[in-house]
């Protein structure tokens, strides 16, 4: 609610029994029309979920267009501000952490009484689906947020007004074109007119839904090629693999001689020109040649490229060596890469260490602070990933593997799938005045589900120089929380799904307790 503190100290009684007047008959109920939850009231504020952004957005429509009408006349006059995201939480028991929470309680505070403020991944699903209009707020710096936010206010489009005016720039487009994809058809130039009218609707296809989440934009389309614009490599990468999957649903059915391939190059590097203008460079004519190396269906990419692609995780990469293209004096290092897919699979040898679980410690994330003191979350885990390693009772991943894992997007599975770990170790830090607060988490790989949880501090100084008890307390209450875990399995699940690593773990648990029955348990 705008304005609470004013309206308190004019009126506290009236302004109290308006606020809960107006969530009692019209917050909390449209709430539940569209199956939100209504999670925390404090003071001023609510803060509500939703299974989807269009419910979201509908919503706070709703509920400003109607708390306009109903208080027309009325004293106090209460008016009202949103702020809406999308993004992974954490889900505590009935409460939601993490900064897509803070994300969504800070940006509401850019707006004006009655104005609803959204982030442009919140604005990418809901802005072919509702008649809105956005108006571009820019990238904000948020309090205790570590990168900027692409923020828009979205207005209810009038009736009969037709397509808004406004330019939409999704988030990562505030940073510029830094990535560069060159896409041409790989067929020869007697190509038959069916064939190119597959191409325009592929660079539709991709203009439309793929693009828009990977933060890129079209440069340039010619008849059989298109330039695409991207401000991270990562995004490119991912993008090239989605329009490939493009061309497999268009050739679906198709016999070989009239299916659609394509050949991709990308280049990174220093490019001239500024958003919604076309960019030119050294670096965009490389993109260009590097498609040349390409055979039909794939990618191939620069040296600088492949230094910001980490293998397996984000693609997988093939070394072609030194190769000339056209109109260069000098070779250029060029790599092929295709989309990361699951390591080969090793079956089990039956040693003893095969039966244990395995532990993945990734580097902790800083949630603010010095740049002197963003290293720590790496120090952190490497003195964990130490202690545990010291254990008998399981099996601990090399730093070497979970470093890549920091400060990335990706889902517990994926990192349990790559690193073939059950249990995850993550969480985030804060440092203030010499002293470190660390929050971390043990998860299941598999199911996703926190295991355990816990919050400590110490001293930097000790912390780095490997005595700090925080490190210690970490591992040990890790350890038990594995132990306890597997005995939990191993009591609630039926003997033929567990793993031996289970029946083992909890059987040491067992033959330690002063009990004969759970002796013979064991």
Not at 46 to 56: I, T, Y
Not at 318 to 332: I, T
Not at 480 to 508: C, D
Request: glycine residues 8%; charged residues 25%.
């Amino acid at each position: 609610m705008v304005d609470w503190s004013r309206l308190i100290g004019l009126n506290d009684v009236a302004t109290l029994r308006a606020w809960k007047a107006l969530r009692a008959t019209l917050i909390e109920p449209s709430i539940r029309e569209r199956s939100g939850r209504l999670l925390e009231i404090a003071g001023d504020s609510v803060l509500v979920e939703f299974p989807s952004a269009v419910a979201a957005v509908s919503w706070a429509l709703d509920v400003q267009r109607r708390t306009n009408e109903r208080q027309e006349g009325e004293s106090p006059r209460l008016r009202l501000r949103v702020g809406i995201n999308v993004e992974d939480v954490i889900v505590d028991g009935e409460k939601l952490v993490g900064d897509g929470v803070n994300i969504a309680s800070r940006i509401h505070q850019l707006g004006s009484a009655g104005e609803i403020i959204v982030t442009a991944a919140v604005r990418e699903y809901v802005a072919n689906k509702l008649e809105l209009a956005f108006t571009d707020l820019g990238a904000r710096e948020l309090k205790n947020i570590s990168r900027r936010i692409q923020v828009y206010k979205v207005e209810e489009r009038a009736a009969g007004a037709g397509a808004p005016q406004t330019v939409y720039r999704d988030s990562y487009l505030e940073q510029g074109v830094g990535t560069v994809l060159a896409i041409e058809v790989a067929a020869d130039e007697q190509a038959d007119g069916a064939l190119l009218s597959r191409w325009r609707e592929l660079v539709e296809d991709t203009t439309n839904n793929v693009l828009p989440a990977h933060g890129g934009r079209v440069l340039k389309t010619q008849e059989r090629s298109a330039l695409l614009g991207f401000p991270r490599v990562a995004h490119a990468a991912k993008a090239a693999f989605e329009i490939q999957q493009l061309c497999t649903r268009v050739n679906a059915g198709r016999p070989a001689s009239a299916q659609l391939e394509v050949r991709m190059g990308m280049q990174v590097g220093e490019l001239i020109g500024q958003e919604q203008q076309e960019v030119y460079g050294g670096d965009v004519n490389l993109a260009a040649r590097l498609t040349t190396l390409a055979g039909p269906g794939e990618i191939v990419v620069s040296a600088g490229v492949r230094d910001q692609l980490t293998p397996v995780l984000d693609a997988d990469v093939e070394d072609l060596g030194d190769c000339y293209v056209k109109r260069l004096n000098r070779p250029v290092r060029a790599y092929r890469v295709g989309p990361p897919g699951p390591r080969p699979v090793v079956e089990p040898t039956g040693t003893p260490g095969e039966l244990q679980p395995t532990i993945a410690v990734i580097p902790f994330n800083a949630r603010a602070g010095d740049a002197e003191h963003q290293v720590l979350g790496e120090v952190l885990a490497d003195h964990a990933i130490s202690a545990l390693s010291r254990t008998t009772s399981m099996n601990v991943i090399s730093r070497l593997s979970t470093t890549a894992f920091r400060g990335r997007e990706v889902t517990l599975q994926e990192v349990g799938s790559l690193l073939h770990a059950n249990y995850v170790v993550s969480g985030a830090y804060h440092v203030v005045g010499g002293k470190v607060s660390l929050i971390a988490e043990l998860a299941d790989a598999k199911s996703g589900r926190v295991v355990w949880s816990d919050d400590a501090r110490g001293d930097v100084r000790a912390v780095v120089s490997g005595e700090s008890e925080l490190v210690d307390r970490l591992v040990s209450r890790v350890s038990a929380a594995v132990t306890a875990r597997e005995l939990e399995k191993a009591q609630i699940q039926p003997l033929p799904t567990l793993e031996s690593y289970t029946l083992l773990i909890s059987a040491i648990a067992l033959m330690h307790r002063l009990s004969p029955q759970d002796f013979d348990r064991a």
